[in-house]
């Protein structure tokens, strides 16, 4: 199970999530707990966040039934899409979530590529050791790898090609083309 992220990790969220924001026309963007909670929201955040939290975990929860009982493997995504808008909630780890909405229908796909990529940042920043959690690892010799001497690859043998054999035959067996090919060979057997 995670540890719980810690204060420095929720500003470093927190800002990756007021960013997203401000550069976007996505609303109530929030990295919620799938048993409901807040962790961290943007800051300009309106809707009441223990109720969009509370709504997102619902649906997740449903979603995963709804994936399980029909075999589609695991959830990924919900994306619930009205007239006026869409929320998408899509997985961040086993335990949090991305909520994020919208009102510009026609940007679903564009949204959806733009939130797999924060939650990829955002899973990161949360797998980070924090600043009091790293602990300066000291070796007592260098590690060195060992890799043995290749053995040296075989000698190529040597082996003569052997001289083509010119076959005699009679005089009156041989057509002009047999005849041609001799005549060649003995030319160059003389040089």
Not at 5 to 30: C, N, V
Not at 66 to 80: P, S
Not at 86 to 91: G, L, N, P
Not at 169 to 189: F, I, Q, S, V
Request: proline fraction near 7%; charge should be negative; include cysteine.
């Amino acid at each position: 199970m995670m540890n719980e992220p810690t204060d420095e990790k929720l500003k470093q969220i927190s800002k990756m999530l007021d960013e997203l924001e401000r550069k976007t026309t996505l609303e109530a963007i929030a990295l919620v707990s799938k048993s409901g909670l807040r962790v961290a929201c943007a800051t300009s955040t309106v809707v009441d966040a223990d109720l969009f939290s509370a709504s997102a975990a619902a649906l997740i929860n449903i979603g995963e039934k709804t994936t399980r009982e029909l075999g589609h493997g695991n959830l990924n995504d919900v994306i619930l899409r009205g007239e006026n808008g869409f929320t998408i909630v899509t997985e961040v780890n086993p335990q949090m979530m991305l909520v994020a909405s919208c009102k510009e229908t026609h940007k679903l796909g564009y949204y959806m590529a733009l939130l797999k990529n924060y939650t990829r940042r955002i899973a990161q920043a949360l797998e980070l050791p924090s600043i009091e959690e790293k602990i300066p690892q000291v070796l007592e010799k260098p590690y060195v790898e060992e890799h043995p001497t290749p053995p040296a690859p075989p000698k190529p043998l040597e082996t003569k090609t052997p001289e083509p054999e010119v076959l005699e035959t009679e005089p009156e067996e041989r057509d002009e083309e047999e005849e041609a090919l001799l005549e060649a060979l003995r030319a160059l057997e003389e040089e």
